[in-house]
């Protein structure tokens, strides 16, 4: 047994144990100011786990607010213009908000009020999170703080004034390169000198132990859905999916209910920016190697002293130098076959899907897209592949004009 | 056991009855040649303990003025490598001053430690303080730090309550830094009063020294310090005056060295009034 391996040998879905760890991945690497509240957190999520009363209130936000569940849908012209594949997509762009983003949040903030916390803060890159915790502190009524890098701020508009108008204070960041990592810095520095009244509402499955977990769990509906969404179809499971991969939060959900599930393929996409080979890209377990950052152990992009470089891509929400631990240790256990599509490969998708399906996605799920228009045709036709879709495209349009060299 | 500097000279200072001053600079800041310049000098100008920060892309735990003095030093070029060469060269003068070196783990971890340790132990390192290993994760390098004889300081912080401060002291050695505020370097002062409760709490539960950091800029804040603990850190306050003498291009006026130790000096006279 490899010292990289879960308690158990015969399933990938118990970890983390005690200490937070996948593996070697995950920890608590976080400064004492926060350790004690790092605890807490801890404490207080088993207990609600253990709650009934919060799994009901969780099932009645999902079913009246955000909207699910929401639909697994067979997209034919998508099937058809590929010609191999069956081809699902996992409409997460259908919540409330616009993305996934909103099941966490949910998660989080009603965790946050059990806790008896104040005021809420978060990070964003592309301000689907952002706006997901805006908007869950509008219905809460608690007062929020979104941190968002420079550079974000100016290529996600819409987003920031969606965050204005549910009443949130939007940070700018101009501290390092200005865009998510820099925000999640800004974050831990409010946590560390607001610690008392605040709740800090990480968006992805990174961060100190418990976040990666509690993340995944809130995220798991997604999967748990396409379990009973796909048998009720086909009455089976899929055989492969596909979700694409910042802190991995969107994939995570879609992954972890079907990882002990032998048959089906499982790919990650991350962002590949220029490419890979250009050193310009966003892909942390392709082009980059274990480190400690922003209070887990996981691959980063850094350089041979330690420092972090920078993520580059298109999409602001795959923008960021590393991936949630378990992610991490499931490309060790090559579990989960991680890939990375180009901006540019992420731009033609982008368009396809708004053409062939009526769906204009997010940057971020046109990288899992990408990928899928690479196996798709080579696969059979009756291979059941699902994609999520976990962002729709409104707040990208702008970007996308501009990268079209079409003035809006 | 043989002791360490940094035990030898808080015996030191406690046996002349006064606060010892902690000065802090980022290795490098704001290039490799006045770093090592200014650092000679600290001594002399009353620094009775050198904190050097080793330079990182993201210190989570710092304000502004850390996070500039940090950015500075990697533009020049620094790494952890030259971090270590600095105290090499510092210690061929000096065999006296304790040298703790102060960061984050990624450079450390991405040097290796077992290479780290014993690079920073020939280098002359006395101790080390990494912000982001808690208790909890000890096994990383607190452990092993220990076992190649260096003291590993911990810092304890106003949620630090007396269920958690046994273990947060369990495998301090050298001194505690106690961290004043719940906030980042540089910002916010605590209250004097808070102070003397907190180090009075600390003294509860440990014979070490206590040093108290964050938000100390001033010679009268490093004296209300030096009344109730055993040193006063200062950092933020010294790379604010040396930013003041740096260019938009990275270079620095001559007198960044000159006028940084003499902030010192002030900082060192009102620790050495604090008790008379």
């Known amino acids: 047994m490899t010292a990289s391996a879960p308690a158990s040998r015969n399933t990938y879905r118990n970890g983390p144990d005690e200490f937070g760890r996948f593996g070697m991945f995950g920890g608590r690497f976080v400064a004492e100011t926060l350790m004690p509240l790092i605890l807490e957190v801890e404490k207080a999520y088993s207990a609600a786990k253990a709650d009934p009363k919060f799994a009901e209130e969780m099932e009645y936000y999902r079913k009246h607010y955000i909207g699910r569940p929401s639909p697994l849908y067979f997209a034919p012209r998508l099937t058809e213009h590929f010609g191999g594949a069956k081809i699902y997509l996992k409409r997460d762009e259908l919540n409330h908000t616009g993305s996934h983003k909103i099941n966490n949040c949910m998660g989080q903030i009603l965790l946050a009020k059990r806790m008896g916390k104040k005021r809420i803060i978060a990070e964003t890159g592309a301000g689907q999170h952002g706006v997901a915790t805006a908007t869950a502190c509008a219905l809460f009524n608690l007062p929020c703080t979104v941190y968002m890098g420079e550079t974000d701020i100016a290529r996600q508009q819409p987003n920031v004034f969606r965050m204005k108008l549910l009443g949130a204070e939007v940070v700018p960041v101009k501290s390092g390169t200005r865009t998510l990592k820099d925000a999640m810095n800004e974050a831990l520095r409010d946590w560390v000198a607001n610690v008392e009244s605040t709740f800090y509402i990480i968006g992805t499955v990174a961060g100190p132990h418990p976040y990666p977990t509690l993340v995944r769990d809130f995220q798991s509906i997604i999967g748990e859905e396409v379990r009973w969404q796909m048998a009720e179809a086909e009455g089976r499971l899929p055989d492969s999916l596909v979700a694409c991969i910042g802190g991995g939060s969107n994939a995570m959900g879609l992954f972890h209910p079907f990882l002990d599930d032998a048959s089906v393929q499982i790919y990650g996409v991350e962002a590949g920016g220029d490419g890979v080979e250009t050193g310009r890209h966003a892909a942390s377990l392709t082009g980059g190697r274990p480190g400690v950052l922003h209070g887990n152990r996981t691959y980063l992009l850094q350089n041979e002293d330690g420092q972090i470089t920078d993520a580059h891509s298109i999409s602001a929400g795959l923008d960021y130098p590393g991936i949630g631990p378990e992610h991490a240790w499931l490309h060790d256990m090559k579990r989960v076959n991680y890939v990375s599509a180009t901006d540019k490969e992420a731009l033609e998708a982008f368009q396809l899907l708004s053409k062939l399906e009526g769906i204009i996605p997010a940057l971020e799920p046109s990288h899992a897209l990408a990928y899928v228009s690479k196996i798709a045709p080579k696969l059979p036709k009756d291979h059941l592949l699902v994609m999520n879709l976990c962002g729709r495209g409104d707040k990208d349009i702008f970007a996308v004009a501009e990268h079209l060299g079409v003035k809006l | ?276």
């Open chain 2, 1 to 276: 056991m043989t002791t360490t500097r940094i035990e030898r000279r808080f015996a030191a200072l406690r046996a002349a009855n006064r606060g010892g001053l902690v000065t802090f600079i980022t290795a490098g800041d704001p290039d490799y040649a006045l770093s090592l310049d200014l650092l000679r000098q600290l001594p002399a100008a009353g620094a009775d303990v050198i904190e050097l920060g080793m330079p990182f892309t993201d210190p989570m735990a710092d304000g502004p003025a850390i996070q500039a003095s940090s950015l500075r030093a990697l533009r020049s070029g620094m790494s952890l490598r030259k971090t270590l060469q600095l105290v090499t060269e510092f210690r061929k003068d000096d065999d006296n001053t304790p040298i703790i070196l102060m960061g984050y783990y990624n450079p450390i971890y991405s040097y290796g430690v077992p290479a780290f340790l014993k690079d920073a132990k020939v280098a002359g390192v006395d101790g080390l303080i990494v912000v982001d290993l808690p208790p909890e994760e000890d096994e990383e390098l607190c452990i092993p730090a220990l076992k190649s004889g260096l003291n590993f300081i911990r810092l304890a912080t106003p949620t630090t309550d007396d269920k958690r401060l046994p273990t947060v002291l369990r495998n301090t050695s050298g001194f505690v830094y106690y961290v004043s505020i719940a906030g980042i370097t540089g910002t916010r002062s605590a209250a004097s009063g808070d102070v003397s409760a907190a180090v009075a709490r600390l003294k509860r539960h440990t014979d070490l020294p206590v040093a108290v950091g964050f938000g100390v800029k001033t010679a009268d804040q490093a004296a209300a310090i030096a009344r109730v603990a055993d040193a006063a850190v200062v950092g933020s306050a010294l790379v604010s005056r040396i930013a003041a003498h740096v260019s938009e291009d990275g270079s620095a006026s001559s007198k960044a060295v000159e006028d940084t130790l003499a902030l010192v000096r002030e900082l060192s006279a009102g620790v050495r009034r604090a008790r008379q």
